[in-house]
C-alpha cells in the first residue's frame, strides 16, 4: 500500500504583497450579538493602524495609509522582531494601565514625548509570507497571528467564546472601553460590515468648544456647544479630564482666540471667558472630544445639552485626518479622563526604530 503524504493545512491565497489594505471596521450596535457565532474582543482606546513587514523594512500605517512610522518608531522596532518574512497585521497603538484599561487621552500625552510606553495590540492577519489570508476565517487567522508574534513585544487580542452580554456588562463595569464582536468564521472585507459589529460602554462626541472657566485664577472647564446649521447651541460645561499640564496647555492655545460676547446664538446664563468657536489656525483648539457619562445614550436634557461630560481629547483647526472612527488627528492635549467616562523601521538595523 502506498504511502499517502498528510495534505498541507490551506493557508490562503498565493499572491504578492497588496500594499495597504483598507481596513474592515465594525458597525455600532446596542446590543452585543449572542451565540456560538460570535467571538468578542475587548475594544480599544486608541489608534488603529496597519503594521506591514516587507523587504527588511517595517512600516506603520493609519487607518486612512499614511505613513506613521517615524511617528510610531517603538511600534516599528517591536513589530521588526515578528516571526515573519513578510506580513501585514492589523491592530490598535494603545498605552496599557495597570488595571487593564486603554485611554486616548493618556496616548495623546504619551506621544508627546518618546512614546516608549505605547504598544501595539494586533488582532488580525491579512497577508504572511507570500500568501493572502484575508479568505481564511477570522478564527483561524487569529491563530496564525497569535503564534507569529509569540515571544515579541507586539500584544495579541484574545477572543472570547462566552455570552457577549455578560463580557459587555463586566467590561463597562470595570472600565474598559467596550466589546467587539466578530463572526469567527468570516473572512477580512474592507469597509463597515455586518461581520464585525461594536457595543461602546461610554457614548462619545465631539464638540464646539465656546469659552472656557476660571475659578479665581484656577482651570475650571470648558464651556461647548453643538452646530445645528449655522447656529451654535449650548451643549454642556466639561468639568473633568484635566490635569495641571493639560489645563494649562489647553489655556495658553484658547487665549488668542477670546472675544467679548457669548458665541452661543441663544444666550445661557452662566460667566465664562468666551472664545471665537471653531476658529482656526495654526495650535489653536476649535472642539473637544467628550465622553458621556450615561448610561443610556437617551439621558440628555430636554434642550440638548449632555450631563457628565469628561474630556477626553481635542482638535486644532489644522487636521491629516487620522484618528480612527473621526475625520480629524487629535493634538496632545487631555491627561487621563479615567475609566468611567519619511522614516522606515529597517530590519537590519532595528535600533533606528526604538523611540528611547
Known amino acids: 500500500m502506498a504511502f499517502q503524504r498528510e495534505k498541507p493545512v490551506k493557508i490562503g491565497v498565493k499572491a504578492p504583497f497588496p500594499g495597504f489594505v483598507a481596513p474592515a471596521l465594525a458597525t455600532a450596535v446596542d446590543t452585543v450579538p449572542k451565540g456560538t457565532r460570535w467571538i468578542h474582543e475587548i475594544k480599544f482606546d486608541g489608534y488603529r493602524v496597519q503594521v506591514h513587514l516587507r523587504d ?24 521588526w522582531h515578528v516571526n515573519a518574512g513578510s506580513a501585514i497585521i492589523d491592530g490598535e497603538i494603545v498605552v496599557p494601565a495597570a488595571d487593564g484599561t486603554t485611554d486616548f487621552s493618556v496616548l495623546q500625552n ?90 461602546t460602554c461610554a457614548q462619545r462626541e465631539t464638540l464646539t468648544i465656546a469659552g472656557f472657566a476660571l ?27 484635566f490635569d495641571k499640564k493639560s489645563a494649562a496647555d489647553l489655556r495658553k492655545r484658547l487665549t488668542p482666540l477670546i472675544r467679548k460676547t457669548q458665541p452661543y446664538t441663544r444666550k445661557i446664563a ?18 473637544a472630544r467628550c465622553a458621556i457619562h450615561s448610561s443610556r445614550a437617551s439621558e ?29 488627528s487629535r493634538r496632545d492635549l ?11 523601521g529597517q530590519r537590519s538595523g532595528a535600533q533606528d526604530c526604538r523611540s528611547r
Open 56 to 79: 527588511a523594512t517595517v512600516k506603520v500605517f493609519t487607518r486612512r495609509g499614511n505613513d506613521w512610522t517615524k511617528r510610531f518608531r517603538k511600534i516599528a522596532h517591536d513589530a
Open 110 to 199: 504619551e506621544m508627546k514625548g518618546k512614546s516608549n510606553k505605547i504598544v501595539l495590540v494586533a488582532f488580525d492577519l491579512l497577508y504572511r509570507n507570500g500568501y493572502d489570508l484575508r479568505r481564511l476565517p477570522l478564527v483561524q487567522r487569529k491563530a496564525l497571528l497569535k503564534k507569529m508574534i509569540d515571544g515579541t513585544d507586539v500584544q495579541f487580542s484574545d477572543s472570547f467564546e462566552i455570552d457577549g452580554r455578560d463580557m459587555y456588562a463586566h467590561a463597562c463595569k470595570v472600565g474598559l472601553e467596550g466589546v467587539v464582536s466578530k463572526v469567527r468564521d468570516s473572512g477580512y472585507f474592507s469597509g463597515r460590515g455586518n461581520n464585525w459589529v461594536k457595543a
Open 334 to 344: 487631555v491627561a487621563a479622563a479615567g475609566p468611567a467616562r519619511s522614516h522606515e
Open 215 to 241: 475659578d479665581g485664577s484656577d482651570w475650571d472647564g470648558l464651556y461647548l456647544g453643538r452646530r445645528k446649521g449655522s447656529d451654535l447651541l449650548y451643549a454642556g460645561k466639561v468639568d473633568h479630564g
Open 270 to 287: 452662566h460667566q465664562a471667558i468666551w472664545v471665537r468657536a471653531g476658529a482656526a489656525g495654526g495650535d489653536r483648539v476649535s472642539r
Open 300 to 328: 440628555r436634557i430636554f434642550d440638548g445639552r449632555l450631563r457628565s461630560l469628561v474630556a477626553v481629547g481635542a482638535e486644532t483647526a489644522r487636521q491629516p485626518a487620522d484618528h480612527p472612527g473621526r475625520h480629524s
